[in-house]
C-alpha cells in the first residue's frame, strides 16, 4: 500500500492512517507538489490494476486518458497554486485497457510551514443511475473521511450547523445532536488567534472559499490546533447556501514542527542554541541594547584539554564533558543570556543588559568560577578550565558578525596567554585576526591553484654513499612573500584545519613520485613523509593511506611516516594503536626530532620503529670543542642499543660528516649530501650517484 510519504512531516498519533483510508469507497490519494503518489489507498491500486510498487514514483497524469490529461494538470495547478478545492470528471485509463469514468476532487493539504500536498477522492461514474451512486459514495466518504467535515446554512447573519460526520464528533468531543443548530464558532478559544478569524470572517462574508490554521476548544476545554478549509456552497441561481469546512486536528503535526524547530535552532547534544539562534539571540540583545543605552557582552570559549580527553578516553567522554560543562554555563548565567555551542569545544555567550563593564566583569568571574571546579568522567576526575574572548557591544562591534569576529580575536590571545585566560578585545588584535585569516584564504587558494610543491632530499650510507631513502619537503610558492618554509605556515595549517588535506595532498604527489622512481629504475628507494597529530588521528587515517598506496600500485615499504618523537611520547597508548596498524599495512615508522626532548626508551622499544632522524641542533652543535657533540655521541649510543638506525639530518659541512662517521652514525641527511631537489634535478642526481 502508499508508502508513508507524510509521516515524516507529521504525526497522526495512534490513529490507523491506512485502515480509515481502505474504508473509503472511493480512490484516495495524496500527492507531492510535483504530481507524484506518495500516498493511496488500496482503491487506487484496484481501479488503475497497478501494483504499489508501480504507483510508488508514478506521476498523476500517467493514471488518465491522455486527452483528459490538460484538464487534470491545469486541475492540479488551481489546487496548489490558488489553493482551491476542485472537482471535475476524468477518465482513468486501467491496465486493461478499459476507460472509466471518474469523478475528482482535490484540495491543497499544508503540512509544518509551507509543504503542499494535493488530497485528493476519486468516484467511478461508471455504473447506473450514477448520480444516485456518486451521492450515496459522497456520503459514505463523509462519514469515513479522517477529518472533520461540517455542512452550515448561510442565513446572512450566522452560520447554523446542519450537518457534522462522525470524525467532527470525535475530534471536537460534541455529538452531532449537541452541535446542529449552533453558531459554527461556537468552539472558538477567546484571545487566541483573532487575525486568522478575522480572514475566515472576511471571507464568508465575501462568499469567497479561505484556509486558516487556529486553535479551538475541544467539549473537555483541552486546546487543538485546526487546519481549517471553508468553501462556499451555491444552488443553482449561483447563491450561496452552504459552507462546507473540513477540520483537520493538526495538534500533533504542530508539536512535532516545534521539535523540529528546536532540533532547527539547538545543538542536538547539549540542548544549547546552535549559531542560528545564536545569531538570532544576539541580534535582538543588541537592538535591546541600542534602545535601552545598554551594553552587550560576548564571551567566546574554547576549552581547555579537550582534544587530549577526547583522543585518551574516547568521544563519550568528551560528550560527557560538554554536556558538563553546558549544564555549568546555564547555571552561572541568567534566563536573559544565552549559552550556544558552536560545535567542537567551543561555546559563546551573550550576556545581554549590562548596565556597565564592572557588572560584566561579575558575571565573567561567576562564569570563570562555575568551569574551575573538577569533573567526574567515567570515574575519573579532571579539570576542565577554559580560555575566554570577551567582545562589548558598541565599543567593540555594533552588529552580530563584528562582535562575533571580535570575540573570537581575543580568545585567540587568550589560547596563547596560558590555561584558562581572559582577553578583552582591543583594536591591534583585529590585526593579527586578519593576517590569521589571510593566511587561511590564501592557503586554501594554494591548494586549488597548486601552488605547493614538493622537494626531495637524499639520505645516504655513511660508508658508501649508497642513497638509503629521501625525504619529501613541501614548499609553498607564495605569490606575495615568495618560497615558504613548513615553518612558516604549518602551524597555521594545524590550528585551521586544513593540515588534513594539504597531508593528503602530499600523499599523493609522494605516490605519484615513488611510481616516477620505479618507471627510472628504482623501485625499491623508499620516500618519507611527515604526518601531523591531528591529521593522524583522524578516525579514517590509515584506511586513506592503504586506499591511496593500493590505488597507485607501490609497495607499502617505500612509504615511511615520519612522527616527531614529542607526539608519539604525548600518548604512548594511541601511537602503539598507530604504529602497529602502519606494521599491517606494511608502511615504515620513522622518528623525526630524536632527542629534541625526553627520551622514552621504554616506548621507542615497543614500537616497530624503522629508524630514528636525529635533530638538526645536536648536528649543529658539532664542533671544534670536544664536548660539543656529547649529546650527539648519546643520541647514537641509544640508536645503537635500540638496535634502530640513526639519521643525522641537517648535515651541512665536512667536519659534521666526518664526527658523525667516527662515532658510528650509518645515514646523514643535509645540504652537505644535496640540497632538497625537484622531481627533474633528482632524476639527475639520481643518475650521478
Known amino acids: 500500500m502508499g508508502e508513508s510519504g507524510l509521516q515524516p512531516a507529521g504525526d497522526v498519533g495512534n490513529l490507523p492512517l491506512q485502515d480509515v483510508m481502505d474504508l473509503l469507497a472511493g480512490t484516495f490519494y495524496v500527492l507531492d507538489d510535483s504530481g507524484y503518489f506518495v500516498l493511496w489507498n488500496q482503491q487506487v491500486e484496484r481501479v488503475t490494476g497497478l501494483s504499489a510498487e508501480r504507483l510508488r514514483g508514478l506521476h498523476l497524469l500517467e493514471v488518465f486518458d491522455p486527452s483528459d490529461r490538460p484538464n487534470v494538470a491545469r486541475a492540479f495547478c488551481t489546487v496548489l497554486q490558488q489553493d482551491e478545492r476542485v472537482q471535475l470528471e476524468a477518465r482513468v485509463r486501467s491496465t486493461s485497457g478499459e476507460l472509466i469514468p471518474f469523478a475528482c476532487c482535490a484540495s491543497r493539504l499544508l503540512v ?40 452550515t446554512r448561510h442565513d446572512g447573519v450566522d452560520n447554523p450547523i446542519e450537518y457534522v460526520n462522525p470524525a467532527f464528533e470525535r475530534i471536537s468531543g460534541y455529538s452531532a445532536d449537541e452541535v446542529t443548530g449552533r453558531d459554527s464558532r461556537f468552539m472558538g478559544a477567546p484571545g487566541l488567534d483573532d487575525e486568522p478569524r478575522r480572514k475566515l470572517a472576511a471571507a464568508i462574508q465575501a462568499h469567497e472559499p479561505a484556509s486558516i490554521v487556529f486553535r479551538n476548544q475541544r467539549k473537555n476545554g483541552e486546546l487543538f490546533w485546526n487546519h ?24 500533533a503535526t504542530k508539536q512535532r514542527a516545534a521539535q523540529l524547530e528546536h532540533l532547527v535552532t539547538h545543538d542536538a547534544l547539549t540542548g544549547l542554541a546552535n549559531r542560528v539562534l545564536l545569531r538570532d539571540r544576539l541580534d535582538h ?16 570559549m574554547d576549552l581547555n584539554k579537550f582534544k587530549e580527553i577526547n583522543d585518551t578516553q574516547g568521544h563519550a567522554a568528551g560528550d560527557h564533558v560538554l554536556r558538563n560543562v553546558a549544564q555549568r554555563l546555564q547555571s552561572a548565567l541568567r534566563e536573559s543570556d544565552t549559552v550556544a555551542r558552536l560545535g567542537g569545544d567551543e561555546f559563546v555567550l551573550v550576556l545581554a543588559e549590562q548596565p556597565n563593564l564592572r557588572f560584566t566583569l561579575r558575571m565573567i568571574d561567576r562564569v570563570r568560577r562555575a568551569m574551575s571546579g573538577e569533573m567526574d568522567i567515567e570515574g575519573r576526575i579532571l579539570s576542565v578550565g577554559a580560555s575566554m574572548g570577551v567582545a562589548v557591544y558598541p565599543n567593540d562591534g555594533r552588529n552580530v558578525h563584528d562582535l562575533l569576529q571580535a570575540a573570537d580575536a581575543a580568545m585567540y590571545e587568550s589560547k596563547h596567554g596560558g590555561p584558562d585566560a581572559i582577553h578583552f578585545y582591543s583594536p591591534t588584535m583585529a590585526t593579527t585576526t586578519a593576517a590569521r585569516q589571510h593566511m587561511e584564504h590564501a592557503l586554501r587558494d594554494a591548494l586549488d591553484r597548486d601552488d605547493l610543491y614538493l622537494l626531495f632530499q637524499p639520505a645516504v650510507c655513511v660508508e658508501t654513499g649508497k642513497i638509503l631513502g629521501l625525504e619529501a619537503l613541501l614548499r609553498w610558492r607564495h605569490p606575495e612573500r615568495g618560497e615558504l618554509l613548513p615553518a612558516d605556515f604549518l602551524p597555521e595549517a594545524e590550528e585551521n584545519g ?14 605519484a613520485t615513488l611510481h616516477y622512481l620505479a618507471e627510472l629504475g628504482y623501485p625499491d628507494l623508499p620516500i618519507s613523509i611527515n604526518a601531523s597529530s591531528r591529521e593522524f588521528t583522524q578516525r579514517d587515517y590509515l584506511l586513506h ?61 615497543r614500537l616497530p620503529v624503522s629508524q630514528l632522524k636525529m635533530t638538526r641542533r645536536h648536528v649543529q652543535e658539532i664542533g671544534a670543542t670536544p664536548s660539543d657533540g656529547m649529546l650527539t655521541k648519546t643520541m647514537l649510543d641509544i640508536g645503537h642499543n635500540l638496535n634502530i638506525r640513526v639519521v643525522a639530518t641537517g648535515v651541512e659541512t665536512r667536519d659534521q660528516h666526518d664526527f658523525l662517521a667516527a662515532h658510528g652514525c650509518s645515514s646523514v641527511q643535509g645540504n652537505y649530501i644535496s640540497e632538497p631537489l625537484a622531481r627533474p634535478a633528482l632524476a639527475e642526481w639520481l643518475t650521478a650517484h
Do not use: W
Open 545 to 605: 593511506l592503504g586506499r591511496r598506496i593500493a590505488h597507485h600500485g607501490i609497495k607499502p615499504s617505500n612509504l615511511a611516516l615520519e612522527l616527531h618523537e614529542e607526539q608519539l611520547m604525548h600518548d604512548p597508548e594511541q601511537a602503539t594503536r598507530l604504529a602497529n596498524g602502519l606494521q599491517e599495512l606494511g608502511i615504515r615508522l620513522s622518528v623525526d626530532e630524536f632527542g629534541a626532548g625526553l627520551n622514552n626508551l621504554s616506548c621507542l622499544r
Open 112 to 151: 509544518g510551514e509551507g509543504t503542499s500536498y494535493v488530497c485528493g477522492m476519486g468516484l467511478d461514474l461508471s455504473r447506473d443511475q450514477r448520480q444516485r451512486d456518486k451521492l450515496e459514495l459522497f456520503e459514505r466518504a463523509l462519514m469515513a473521511a479522517s477529518n472533520g467535515i461540517v455542512i
Open 228 to 251: 481549517l478549509t471553508v468553501t462556499p456552497v451555491r444552488d443553482h441561481h449561483h447563491r450561496v447556501t452552504h459552507f462546507i469546512g473540513i477540520i483537520e486536528d493538526i495538534t
Open 498 to 511: 586544513l593540515i588534513v588535506p594539504l597531508g593528503r595532498r602530499v600523499l599523493e604527489d609522494v605516490c
Open 285 to 300: 540583545a543588541i537592538h535591546s541594547a541600542q534602545r535601552n543605552h545598554e551594553m552587550v557582552a560576548v564571551v567566546m
